[in-house]
């Protein structure tokens, strides 16, 4: 098994659209590589690459919205969340988290991700945006006045946090670097770090210090927000509000992602 330093190389897998769809194509396709028989995939309530795997795979989804859990195919769903999932220990083989860590709370964080690890008996696959500049995306609430990341976001990763994650999970089997163009890890992380001081330049030039996507919720007074909504609609009347979201956010930044595979060995089982 290699090192962290061994894989800064070019990308592995080329993501070719800004949409979770890429990540769940790559997850189902790693499972049939592994063949491995059992997969439990966390936070994959909306959808979930459990669908696309071979009928002899158990199957297994926890999501915190049991609602979400009505419309994925899965032999197993459980409304839960972490860090606190009812599971045996290692009682999976593969455990998925795919744009979950960022949206931990920083008082779960750490418990969370032993429990992702304790549930596995092998692998885990974690993915995340890619120094993911969050002050891009802090909206104002007109209602109750509260600053909130818009996407629920309360972290970046870069590759040092990447790297610390083989604390919880065991050491890195394979690194995918998941963009609209492939490119050597570190250069893409001082150009995305240099891009980031551009944005909030500008952004203190201008005064322009939140801002405003197509629409989004309010965390504190769950107040929901539109802006030029309207204008959507008449454009096209079936606009799509996730479709206009994703259009929104790659105009203000390229999304780039991280997938990573972590193979466990005996020091990262915790009983």
Not at 260 to 270: D, G, N
Request: with cysteine; aromatic share 12%; net charge neutral.
């Amino acid at each position: 098994m290699l090192g962290f330093k061994d894989y800064n190389f070019l990308a592995r897998y080329a993501r070719k659209d800004n949409s979770k769809a890429a990540n769940q194509l790559l997850a189902a396709s790693i499972v049939n590589e592994l063949n491995v028989k059992s997969i439990l995939d966390i936070g994959g309530g909306t959808t979930s690459y459990a669908c696309s795997l071979e009928d002899d795979v158990t199957t297994a989804i926890v999501d915190v919205a049991s609602a979400s859990l009505d419309n994925v195919h899965a032999q197993i769903k459980i409304a839960s969340a972490l860090p606190n999932i009812a599971i045996q220990n290692g009682e999976y083989q593969f455990v998925s988290a795919l744009e979950v860590l960022e949206h931990l709370d920083p008082s779960i964080y750490e418990d969370s991700l032993w429990e992702i690890s304790r549930i596995s008996n092998r692998y885990v696959f974690i993915t995340s945006p890619f120094l993911q500049d969050l002050s891009q995306a802090f909206v104002l609430c007109d209602k109750c006045g509260a600053v909130f990341q818009c996407e629920g976001h309360l972290r970046r990763f870069g590759l040092k946090e990447v790297e610390n994650l083989q604390k919880y999970f065991g050491g890195i089997k394979e690194l995918y670097f998941i963009g609209p163009q492939a490119g050597l890890l570190p250069l893409v992380e001082a150009r995305q770090q240099l891009k980031s001081l551009l944005r909030r330049f500008l952004q203190i030039a201008f005064k322009k210090k939140y801002c405003r996507p197509p629409f989004t919720k309010c965390p504190v007074c769950n107040y929901e927000i539109f802006n030029n909504y309207d204008e959507y609609l008449k454009a096209d009347p079936s606009t799509d509000l996730n479709t206009d979201w994703w259009k929104w956010r790659d105009k203000r930044e390229v999304s780039f992602q991280f997938g990573v595979l972590f193979e466990k060995h005996i020091s990262h089982i915790r009983l």
